[in-house]
């Protein structure tokens, strides 16, 4: 067999072809595209699992999520995986783990013990982290296998020089990988994580944390961190930031900051949490300098993957050749969840990852064993889906177990005269969390995850000083979760305001109080007095006659709220009066557990004020109808929005 050879124009052809794939070869030798996957505020959501109903939750998990990062590494193994904050606390999870490093156990916390399993490659500590203070923090982070940062938390060195102070957990981590360009070739890129948190820690945990740390603007800390990282080598930086994303202009000291980081020179793709959103999505339309169809802020990829779980946060980054370094020349992100609807009904995309779940089996089956152990029982069901339009049981138990608590704890103090109220948020009220967040314990016995349900967070009890004029102040704030009703308007109006979490809702049994619709709020989200002349809180009573401005109060709250969480006016920690060390769910079950059997129940504590004619909606759950009994004026209207039912509200009539 004879081999036909080139002839000369063929030649021709075939250098000319070569010629021509030249060029796109070197830029693929040239180009890199850099994967960054992003988990945040997972809450301890690790497992599939509901605790508080003790039921399978495919709706949320890392387990869930997991599927998700194999396939993403899988489609570009030029990949880093990171976490943004608020991972080990919430949940019954969160509050077992803790419970077991309080009594001396070995074993790596399971929420970094799965993420050392997945190959995390750095991670930020979250406002959640400090919940527990400092030691218990650094126990549960010891077994990590990852950068763990905190780039803008210093220890106090006592030295009174606080350019020398050192962080508490290191600013920022250098990572060199070797990545793959599309001919094939493999190139050394040093990818920069800087980790910054919200510095209102130090509000939120003041007793945990004062006279040890001390936090700095998250902007003026990347400010001078980032040139640092540059001379360091970083050819890439990402912002590990957990804070939410505000359309208003920077402040300083701002708590949700993320998105003026877009602006820092030298930021390359932000990580973004806290506020447990997703970005790039519809809750941001309209955002300043946003594009939520790359998912970039101010031209820098930004991405926020909701929380529990929820969403793999992606951004992906081309990097171009430049010198001896590298250069982002493009980039873009994605929120992908774990859930997707399918003829409007929630479908999982992914089953469960088997690995992951038979790891996480021993701290699965003991948070189980924990969240089951009986504490008392109650005669009838105790709910929150009414807990925005009326006193509820469910708020009234736990104000009960607060002043029970508090009483006893006062005996003998200057402060035991005075009365005690004790303020109560229904936590678990539906909104952007979805339609199955309710407190729902049913009749029967009542376990500790029945507990944990009616209060979600860790907060330990403490004790403030209010007079009666900053009682009245303290409820004009709470009821910024209502809209301004407009008597005079035929068309429905929403009763609820969404975009307050209802943690910011504050009931205080033990006065009476009527809420005024037609007025506007009073405060802003920041406490700022907007609306001088409205006064929403009428006829406030204790005791059968009107608060006195000057009479003075103890009211029992948790230590978020006592120092300036949710930004009360006249809450700042200035005037705790005691500090417990006890949390509020520990004193639920004390209290539950002296009584032995709960009779729900409230004392009609505050009630609205009537509005002939008005057409009131009001969203709660399904599973309100069958309760109708229990909430005089509320009727079925038809469905709402993402599987919420809206309810007329008759205020025709004053009701207590």
Not at 172 to 186: F, K, N, Q, S
Not at 636 to 656: C, H, K, Q, T
């Amino acid at each position: 067999m004879s081999i036909r050879r080139p002839t000369s124009a063929r030649r021709l052809l075939i250098a000319a072809f070569i010629a021509l794939l030249a060029p796109a070869a070197a830029a693929a030798q040239e180009r890199v595209t850099l994967q960054v996957l992003a988990t945040s505020d997972l809450h301890m959501y690790l497992k599939d699992y509901d605790y508080y109903a003790d039921r399978p939750d495919s709706d949320v998990g890392l387990v869930r999520v997991t599927p998700l990062i194999r396939q993403a590494r899988a489609a570009n193994p030029n990949t880093i995986l990171v976490d943004n904050g608020d991972t080990i606390q919430g949940g019954p999870m969160g509050d077992w783990a803790v419970q077991e490093l309080r009594d001396g156990s070995n074993r790596p916390h399971p929420a970094v013990d799965a993420m050392n399993a997945l190959d995390f490659d750095g991670a930020v500590l979250g406002n959640h982290e400090f919940n527990f203070g400092l030691d218990l923090l650094e126990r549960s982070y010891a077994g990590a296998k990852f950068p763990v940062l905190a780039g803008n938390v210093f220890r106090l060195d006592g030295d009174q020089n606080p350019a020398n102070d050192p962080t508490l957990y290191p600013a920022y981590a250098i990572l060199e990988r070797e990545l793959v360009d599309g001919a094939g070739g493999r190139h050394k890129v040093r990818i920069g994580l800087l980790g910054l948190l919200t510095p209102q820690i130090m509000t939120w945990d003041k007793d945990k944390l004062e006279g040890k740390v001390e936090t700095r603007d998250i902007v003026d800390t990347a400010r001078k961190l980032v040139p640092e990282m540059k001379a360091k080598g970083a050819d890439v930086i990402v912002a590990l930031s957990h804070a939410g994303l505000s359309p208003a202009p920077r402040q300083g000291g701002d708590e949700n900051a993320s998105a003026y980081l877009a602006a820092v020179d030298g930021i390359d793709a932000i990580v973004s949490g806290h506020s447990h959103r997703v970005f790039p999505g519809p809750d941001y339309k309209g955002f300043p300098n946003a594009d939520l169809d790359r998912g970039t802020i101010n031209g820098r990829p930004t991405v926020m993957p909701g929380s529990f779980g929820s969403h793999l946060g992606v951004i992906t980054l081309t990097l171009e050749k430049r010198g001896d370094g590298w250069a982002v020349v493009d980039g873009r992100s994605e929120a992908r969840p774990i859930v997707t609807r399918v003829d409007n009904r929630p479908t999982p995309v992914a089953d469960a990852d088997p690995e992951l779940t038979e790891r996480l089996t021993p701290a699965h089956e003991g948070t189980l064993a924990y969240v089951r152990q009986p504490v008392g029982r109650t005669t009838g069901q105790i709910h929150s889906y009414f807990s925005l339009i009326q006193d509820t049981p469910a708020v009234d138990l736990v104000a009960k177990a607060q002043r029970a608590y508090m009483r006893k704890a006062l005996q003998g103090r200057p402060e035991a005269s005075l009365p005690i109220l004790s303020a109560v948020a229904p936590f678990k009220s539906g909104g952007r969390p979805g339609v199955e967040y309710y407190t729902d314990i049913p009749e029967g016995p009542i376990a500790i995850r029945n507990v944990a349900d009616l209060y979600v967070y860790p907060n330990q009890l403490t004790a403030v000083r209010m007079t009666g004029a900053q009682v009245r102040e303290w409820l004009e704030m709470s009821t910024r979760v209502f809209n301004r009703i407009d008597p005079a308007r035929t068309t429905p109006q929403m009763l609820v305001d969404r975009r307050v979490p209802s943690y910011n809702f504050d009931v205080l049994d033990g006065v009476t109080y009527t809420i005024d619709l037609t007025q506007p709020s009073r405060y802003d989200r920041n406490g700022r007095v907007v609306a001088p002349e409205a006064r929403r809180i009428k006829d406030l009573m204790f005791d059968g006659r009107p608060v006195r401005d000057d009479q003075l109060f103890i009211v029992v709250t948790n230590n978020y709220r006592a120092n300036g969480g949710g930004s009360f006016p006249g809450l700042d920690g200035s005037n705790v009066v005691y500090q417990a060390p006890d949390t509020a769910q520990q004193a639920i079950i004390d209290h539950i557990r002296t009584v032995g059997t709960v009779k729900p129940a409230s004392d009609s504590t505050w009630r609205f004020a009537p509005i002939p004619g008005a057409t009131i909606i009001f969203d709660s759950s399904p599973k309100a109808e069958a309760l109708l009994a229990e909430a005089p004026g509320l009727s079925v209207v038809g469905p709402g929005e993402n599987g919420f039912v809206n309810y007329r509200l008759d205020l025709s009539e004053a009701r207590r």
